[in-house]
C-alpha cells in the first residue's frame, strides 16, 4: 500500500542545536500532520499543513517549530533552538483531498542529549 | 484536554478465539473513530474506522462498535491469527475529512499465542 518515508530513523543532538526531520509523503497527498510522541506517553497531534500553510497547530508547535515543503519535496519539522523535552518519537502523517484515512511514517527517534 | 483512554495496556489470547479492545472518550463531539495497528519496527496502519452515524461496522474478521452515549468503542478481532499479533490504537477526532487531528489512546499490546 502506499508509505510514508521518514528519515533518519533515529537522530541524536546536543541541547541547543538545530533538527530537521524529513517526511516523504504519499504521492499524490495534499494534507500532512506531525505527531510527537513521549515514551510511555499518547501519541499527540502537533500541526497540519495543506497548501503550504500550517492550517491548525496544538499547544505543544512551541515557536520554535516549524514546517514546511519547499517545491513538493519532503514535508520536513525543524526545531531550533531543542530543548530536552523535545526527545520523543515525531510521527509524521500524510492524507488525500477528501480522504480520511491517515497514512503514518515509522518514526523518527530524536534525542536531545 | 480531550482524552482517549484504552482500557487494556496488554491482550493475550489463544489463536482462533476473539480478541476485544476497548476505548473511550471525553469529547461529545467526537464523529469519527478509526483504529490503527502496529507490528514491531514498522509504521501505523489503518485498520478499519467508524463514524457517529452508525453504530456498527465490520470489515472480514474486524468489527467496531460504537456506544455514543457511553462515549465508548470497540474493536472486536474475531478467530484471530499469529499475524494479529501488533499494538492496536483507538483514536477520536471532532471531524471528518481534512482534518486529521486524531486524539489517540496509549495502545493495546495484543499476542495471538498459536
Known amino acids: 500500500g502506499p508509505k510514508v518515508l521518514q528519515i533518519p530513523s533515529h537522530q541524536i543532538i546536543d541541547m541547543g542545536q538545530m533538527v530537521t526531520l524529513n517526511c516523504d509523503p504519499v504521492?499524490?497527498?495534499?494534507?500532512f500532520y506531525w505527531y510527537k510522541q513521549i515514551l510511555g506517553q499518547q501519541m499527540e497531534f502537533l500541526v497540519n499543513?495543506?497548501?503550504?500553510?500550517?492550517?491548525?497547530k496544538s499547544k505543544l508547535f512551541k515557536d520554535q517549530f516549524s514546517v514546511e515543503r519547499p517545491d513538493g519535496s519532503y514535508f520536513t519539522l525543524k526545531i531550533q533552538p531543542t530543548a530536552l523535552e523535545d526527545s520523543a518519537v515525531y510521527f509524521c502523517?500524510?492524507?488525500?483531498?477528501?480522504?480520511?484515512?491517515?497514512?503514518f511514517g515509522s518514526g523518527t527517534r530524536l534525542t536531545v542529549l | 484536554g480531550e482524552k482517549v483512554e484504552q482500557h487494556e495496556s496488554t491482550l493475550s489470547v489463544r489463536e482462533g478465539d476473539s480478541a476485544v479492545i476497548n476505548c473511550t472518550y471525553t469529547?461529545?463531539?467526537?464523529?469519527?473513530f478509526p483504529w490503527y495497528k502496529q507490528e514491531a519496527g514498522k509504521s501505523l496502519h489503518f485498520v478499519i474506522d467508524?463514524?457517529?452515524?452508525?453504530d456498527r461496522k465490520q470489515s472480514q474478521r474486524l468489527i467496531v462498535l460504537l456506544d455514543k452515549k457511553a462515549k465508548r468503542f470497540s474493536l472486536h478481532i474475531t478467530a484471530t491469527q499469529p499475524e494479529d499479533s501488533a499494538i492496536y490504537f483507538c483514536?477520536?477526532?471532532?471531524?471528518?475529512?481534512?482534518?486529521?487531528?486524531?486524539?489517540f489512546g496509549l495502545g493495546t499490546t495484543l499476542q495471538v499465542q498459536p
Open positions: 502523517a500524510s492524507q488525500g483531498q477528501g480522504a480520511e484515512t491517515l497514512y
Open positions: 504521492s499524490n497527498h495534499l494534507y
Open positions: 499543513f495543506y497548501n503550504g500553510k500550517v492550517m491548525e
Open positions: 469529547d461529545t463531539a467526537s464523529s469519527y
Open positions: 467508524i463514524r457517529s452515524n452508525v
Open positions: 483514536a477520536a477526532s471532532r471531524q471528518t475529512g481534512n482534518t486529521g487531528k486524531l486524539i
